[in-house]
Each structure stands twice: as structure tokens, then as C-alpha cells.
């Protein structure tokens, strides 16, 4: 794998920087593993390589063991005008560039969706994935070869048939952070954390590339090259710090935080992390972003706020152009960066520490997280003078010794939550463990009506049900910044081990615990009991206003009784954008409305 070699690469670095105390550090990720797809033209036998995108929520990828079989059908970006054919049994294959119009081929009952790698913009590859678990194979293939898909659609006159296949499951890995150790020369017991995440993410997670990913942990590196020589030897320490799970909400970082809780503020003084693109020369530096959205405690902060005035002023003085921005206690990310994201600083933040982020400003980051974001795209004009930048002030930081960051008091709450997933159990008249389920755990935060990127993460729960979380917002922070609401959502879910759709589902019915939405977590340990039922589900999708038609976005499902109209025993809904997902017994039939 990919990761396992970048993290030895590093590792190996370290190694021969000759920084000391070079070590993984552990912890358990749950991810979705591609195990493979292709697409088969029934017609002629040729085999086509394909790899299946991202999960809907917690539902993969993937088809039966022969696969899905239909005549395929071609609709452009899929606008209504480009389809020219009943799509209702049918293989679709659109463009990339479609955004979540797949949703529309689904609702018209296509058995699985195929999308031709044209190359775009994130903003027309979002919604390639839904956060209702519906159940219908999607895959990516190249350009090249959906070019060739559509000519054979053209040149023959006859249906051209297609067997689609593809498996990806949720596992359980070991992942790691790689840590390493640069004593200083004369407050050596006053670590400086630095740090940047070594991993990538996608759309579609085989093909990852994460060029821009690739130049802060890039950067990472020449920082420890250059500090770990002799004439550059720092005056506080430093512990150098490559972070995976950044796009699974920030795992690496929470999971660092969570195994080095009592070094918060004692020992380790500051945390800084580097997030890097090239599409601008200019970076910010950051105390707060969107994963916690936690503005606290400015007055700490303002030490850090003079002393990267000063630095840059320096630098400045010497010579050295530099293009950087202070944003210690100012503007958000999203003014400067023109979106929402997420930083590797703000679960130390959350824990008591102090937090700071390089963040290249200016930048729209236009191929994040798709699978153009390819090297050839880096700008090294860019790249190198954000690297001089990042280099000089933190020179200046980690030898100021005028500078104090010791004696600042601010509360943690950095909480865990630990959970089980349970089923009522009617001859016992109790609950039941439920093994293997996947939990998705969502801090819903309340921006304005932003939908915040990287919130989910899906834990796999283990043979008797448990399940941790570490590095949970705790509402007494909430109570501390003042409006900002917000709260988790935790759904428990089972998918059937082979394919197919989900086979449990959350209960909100008689027997429900009353524990998905999680308002008072104010300790810093909270238990969750999750409970499930053995289900069949529907999709509603295109909800629209009667009035006027149009899609309605603000709307309640209810679940009733066929009979009675009363709530059932065990059932849940689902809502997302103008689509719903109802889960409910097999074996009763209900209304929905």
C-alpha cells in the first residue's frame, strides 16, 4: 500500500536526520479497503479496469459475486435534457463532472452508476457519495475508456450489455503517526510540536494521488533536515510529528492528542501544523478552524500574535521577501481561503493546548480531494517561497527566548466517547450485543448553514459491540464561546456481509434508548448505548413542495402503522437534501408521509 510506504519513507528520514527517539505510535482506524472492480462488455468479453468510490455513509460499493448486468446507457452530466433512454434496469455512465446528479439515475432505478474520469474542479466532482446509506454499485473508470464505451454505443445499433463488479469493505486497520525527537540547546524542556499529515484522500480512494497533500509533510521533512544540523540546532526542543487520518476527521491528530493528554501544556508547550497548496506563494498562519470551530481564550494567544509580528518584521529587515499573513486571533479560514476546513491544531487546541496552523491563503484548492490532484500541478515557485516563509519565522520561534508559553491556563475538552451497540432482545425482555457494527459518529456543528467538510467518522465496533471515539467536543466549551450549538449524531449500523442493503438500522421506536443525538456530553469520558433493529429499508427520493414543485429541503418524515397509524415498535428515517432513507421491520407495513 501506498501508506505503508510513505510512512516507512519518513520514518527512514527521521532515521537519517539522526533525530532521536524515532517511533510509531498506534491506534485503530476503520476505512474502506477497494478490493478490486471491473466492467465486463458482454458483447465481445473485453474487461475494463474500474475502482469504486467512496461509500454511502456506511454502504460500500459492493455487487453480488456475478455482479449487475444491463444494457448500458450514456447521459452526459446528467441532466434530464441528455437522457435519451429509459434508464430503469440500465448501467448509467455519466461524466465526473456531474456532481450528485447520479442521485436522479438512481430514483429512475438504474442498477449501478459508472463515471468517465474527465478531468474537473472539486466543486463539480462533490456529492459523488450520499450520507443516506443507499444501496447501488458505483464505480470510476478513465477517460480513455469511457470514450471508448460511448463510441461502441454509437457505432452499434444493438444494446451493448455490461456486467459490472466490484467489492470494498469497512476493515479495522493499524494506523500509525511517526514521531521524532530534536532536543534544544537551552529550554530543551519546552517542546515545540510540529507537524503534518502524510496521508491523502479522494473520491475515489485508489487513485489518491494528493500532490498538494504531499507538500506539507514535503515540508515537514526539510524543516527536520535542516534543524537537525548542527549549525541550526534549536534553542526549545521540537518533536516532529507525520499525522495520517487527516481526512477521516482528523484521526491522526485526535489520536496523537489522546495518547499524549497529561504532556498538554506541561511538557508540550505548542502545537503547530503545516497544511500547504500551490496554487498561491502566500501562507497564513491560523489558531482556530472548522472541525471544533473553538474560538477561545484570545488572550493567550496574543504572546504568539506580537511574536510573529516581530519575526516577520525581522525577517523582512534581512532581506528575505516573504508573503505571509498573520491570523492569530482574526479571520476564519474561509474568508481567507475561500472554503471550509479542517485543521491538525485544533484537537490539541480542544485538549488546553496551544494551536497554530500554516495554511496556504488565497487558495481554492481547485483538484482537492479528487484524483486530479496530480504532481504535475505543483507550482515549486509557490511551494518554495511559503517553505522560506514557514522556515524563517519558525526559526525565530522555536530560538525567541523572550518569548513565554508556559504559564497560560486554559480548560480542556478534549472528551471521549465510548459506546456499545445493543439490539432489544424479546425473550430476554433486555438488550442484546450487536457484533460488528459500523458507527458513524458526526459532530453537527451550526455554521451558518455551511455543511462542514471532514465531521464523519465510521468506527467498526468489535465482537461484543464496543466501539471509542477520542477527541470529542464537550458541551462546557460550548458554554465557555457562547451560540455556537452544536451536538454528535451517532448512528449504528449493520451492512450485510456480503452485499445488499443495510440489514440494522438505528431505533427510535418503543424500544429505543434515546441515545443517536448526543446534546450533554460535559464529562470527560460519556458512554453511548447504541440500539439497532434488524430492518428493510426505502428511499424516497425528490421531494418536492406541492405547491410549486420544487425540491423541498425542509421537510419531517413520519413513520406509521399501515393499520393503526400508530408509531411502530422499531423504526428510523433518514433525511438528506431533498432525499430520505425510512428503515423499518420487514414483516409490518407502514405509511410514510
Known sequence: LGYEKAAQY??????????????????????????????????????????????????????P??????????????????????????????????????LKAASLGAKAIIFMGEECFRTDALGKSSDLPIDIPRVYISKSDGNRLIRSLLENDFPMIV??????????????????????????????????????????????????????????????????????????????????GHHIALSGAREFVYSHLDEVKTRLKLFISIDLSTYSDTVGIFYYGHFFNYYKH?????????????????????????????????????????????????PFALAGGLGLTYYTVHDMRPYFYTPFDTYDKI????????????????????????????????DPYFSTINGRVVEYNFTTAWYT??????????????????????????VLADDDGFYSYHGAWNVKA??????????????AFVDSPLYGPVIYAPDVGEYSLGQITITDLTTDTYFVTSNVFKCGSLVIFDIVRTEDLLPDVDFSVFVRKAKSHNPPDFYYSMISGEHAMVFAQDDIEVIVR
Open 10 to 63: 519518513i520514518y527512514d528520514k527521521f532515521k537519517e536526520y539522526n533525530l532521536v527517539n524515532v517511533s510509531y505510535e498506534y491506534y485503530n482506524l476503520t476505512v474502506p479497503l477497494d478490493y478490486g472492480a471491473n466492467i465486463t462488455i458482454v458483447n465481445d468479453g473485453t474487461v475494463i479496469p474500474a475502482y469504486s468510490l467512496e461509500p454511502n455513509l456506511v454502504e460500500t460499493c459492493t455487487t
Open 65 to 102: 459475486p456475478e455482479g449487475v448486468e444491463g444494457p448500458l446507457v450514456y447521459v452526459g452530466k446528467g441532466m434530464l435534457s441528455e437522457y435519451s433512454a429509459n434508464v430503469n434496469g440500465s448501467i448509467v455512465l455519466m461524466d465526473f463532472s456531474s456532481r450528485d446528479r447520479w
Open 163 to 244: 456486467n459490472v463488479k466490484s467489492q470494498m469493505q469497512y476493515k479495522k486497520i493499524l494506523a500509525k503517526n511517526i514521531v521524532a525527537f530534536l532536543p534544544g540547546t537551552a529550554l530543551s524542556n519546552e517542546v515545540i510540536v510540529i507537524s503534518a499529515h502524510f496521508d491523502s484522500g479522494s473520491f475515489v480512494p485508489s487513485i489518491s494521488p494528493g500532490a498538494q497533500d504531499a507538500t506539507g509533510i514535503a515540508t515537514l521533512l526539510e524543516l527536520a533536515r535542516i534543524f537537525s544540523q548542527t549549525e541550526f540546532k534549536p534553542k526549545r526542543s521540537i518533536l516532529f510529528v507525520a499525522l495520517s
Open 298 to 346: 484570545i488572550l493567550w494567544y496574543e504572546p504568539l500574535l506580537h511574536a510573529f509580528i516581530r519575526y516577520v518584521q525581522y525577517i523582512k529587515e534581512q532581506g528575505i521577501s516573504i508573503n505571509f499573513e498573520n491570523h492569530i486571533t482574526s479571520a476564519p479560514l474561509n474568508i481567507t481561503c475561500g472554503d471550509i476546513f479542517t485543521l491538525d491544531s485544533e
Open 379 to 410: 507550482n515549486f515557485r509557490n511551494l518554495r517561497k511559503q517553505i522560506i516563509a514557514i522556515l524563517t519565522t519558525f526559526y525565530a520561534l522555536i530560538n525567541d527566548l523572550e518569548l513565554d508559553i508556559s504559564h497560560y491556563q486554559i
Open 433 to 458: 450485543p450487536v457484533p460488528r457494527a459500523l458507527v458513524c459518529i458526526e459532530r453537527i456543528p451550526q455554521e451558518n448553514g455551511i455543511e462542514v467538510y471532514n465531521q464523519k467518522q465510521i
Open 478 to 491: 460550548q458554554i465557555e464561546i457562547g451560540p455556537k450549538w452544536q451536538y454528535y449524531r451517532i448512528q
